[in-house]
């Protein structure tokens, strides 16, 4: 499993950096946070090239793989799982 990652000065406009990277790619994603009156502590966490999709449904969470990465990390995924029940399901099935 290899993680990347890069750090950079502040950007006053993150979702304009966001779009320019990320125009039209599926499966990225721009988290933003801050203290809510002063502002302080802005941190935004940009993800470019997801490993893994996670989708839920009710009670029923979906792990997809997207790359190499992810196929790496889906057996450990289960190995720490506390859920009741997994089932594994390829795309080709």
Do not use: F, M, W
């Not at 935004?44 to 449904?57: E, F, I, N, P, R």
């Not at 969470?61 to 990465?69: I, Y």
């Amino acid at each position: 499993v290899e993680t990347l990652i890069v750090s950079s000065r502040y950007q006053a406009d993150p979702l304009n950096l966001y779009q320019r990277l990320c125009h039209n790619k599926a499966n990225s994603l721009l988290l933003e946070s801050a203290e809510i009156d002063s502002k302080d502590d802005l941190k935004s966490l940009l993800l470019v090239d997801a490993a893994l999709k996670l989708t839920c449904h009710g009670q029923t969470v979906s792990v997809q793989a997207l790359t190499n990465n992810g196929q790496a990390l889906l057996p450990l995924l289960v190995k720490q799982s506390q859920a009741s029940q997994v089932q594994q399901a390829s795309d080709d099935s």
